[in-house]
């Protein structure tokens, strides 16, 4: 079993470069730097695969959007004022981004324009993750027991909200219409991964709950998961649920949301990135700065990369 061929970036926060890594050897192709004084609090890159951004928290509280041009193996600052980007997330045509400051107030960025719309401060609470469609800005609101999932239109208008039960750790869109949102709760006592349906209306909100369900992995009774991100492969109607605490991934079906089986991996990891084929993962690690290649087929852990350099937990695959 081979995996296809492809390209990863990732952030070398040791020496503040993007690395564009080739596979399957992980040879360092380039090393791209970008300021020392900057932070990067995200990566993504655009749907024609030519340039990447990465939103940034510079040492003074200042934000900022670093861009990679890939073509021309450089990084340079969009020369716009920022607040600090806490969250932030990427329109499908790469035109305009979406992010929010540690106050919670939303803002639009037309990247083209170079123009920052404030979009308001609508939950009064802390922003932890946001998601764009063509249409819609999806974010996720943590709130002192529970938390919330506030959908806007483009120009910042709220047209639906959604008790969540539990606090929200991120969102994922998918291709097929589905919005997963892994939750906690403060005391583990709940935890799970909620996912709602897109209906077919004209502001494209989300307003049927598909599916909820609790996550305790291998046991019966609950015991602590943290799930913090969702990967999805559409070929075959999967999602990866990483459960950052127990060091462990329950896959799921996206379109019921009914647990397929838990992947034990033995060591904590934060998100997922799924290569190209479906077959492998590449994972990353808040606690650990390291990458994890994983088997997803037989559900097992296949080697870590083992580095002085401290790899952030931001990485985007790109297909060869």
């Known amino acids: 079993m081979e995996c296809l061929p492809y390209q990863l970036l990732v952030i070398d926060d040791t020496t503040h470069s993007l690395l564009l890594v080739d596979s399957p050897n992980g040879e ?45 193996r450089s990084i340079y600052r969009l020369p716009i004022k920022l607040p600090q980007p806490i969250q932030f997330t990427l329109s499908p045509d790469g035109t305009c981004a979406y992010l929010s400051d540690p106050d919670g107030t939303l803002y639009a960025l037309n990247i083209p324009n170079m123009s920052l719309k404030s979009l308001g401060n609508p939950a009064k ?41 539990g606090i929200p750790t991120n969102i994922t869109l998918d291709a097929c219409g589905h919005i997963f949102i892994p939750f906690t709760t403060t005391n583990f006592t709940i935890e799970g991964i909620i996912c709602f349906n897109k209906t077919l209306n004209d502001d494209n909100t989300p307003a049927i709950i598909a599916a909820e369900r609790c996550i305790y992995p291998y046991s019966t009774s609950p015991s602590a998961a943290y ?4 990967a999805t492969w559409p070929d075959e109607h999967l999602a990866y649920v990483v459960n ?13 949301a009914a ?11 934060s998100c997922l990135h799924i290569l190209p084929g479906g077959e492998f993962g590449i994972a990353t690690s808040h606690i650990f700065a390291d990458l994890s290649m994983i088997d997803l087929r037989n559900g097992r852990l296949l080697a870590t990369t083992n580095t002085k350099r401290e790899l952030l937990a931001y990485i985007a695959v790109i297909p060869k």
């Open 28 to 72: 360092i192709i380039v090393e791209m730097p970008y300021p020392s004084g900057f932070t990067p609090t995200e990566l993504f890159i655009t749907p024609d695969l030519t340039k990447a951004y990465m939103p940034a928290i510079g040492k003074g509280g200042n934000g900022a959007l670093l861009v990679a041009n890939l073509a021309q």
């Open 125 to 165: 609470a802390t922003c932890v993750g946001l998601a764009a469609d063509q249409n819609t800005v999806y974010s996720v609101w943590e709130l002192k027991d529970q938390g919330s999932l506030a959908v806007f239109n483009l120009n910042g208008q709220l047209i639906n909200e959604h008790t969540l039960p």
């Open 227 to 230: 799930p913090s991100h969702v």
């Open 244 to 256: 950052e605490e127990s060091s462990s991934i329950t896959v799921i079906d996206s379109n019921t």
């Open 259 to 269: 647990i397929i089986r838990h992947i034990e991996l033995g060591r904590s990891i």
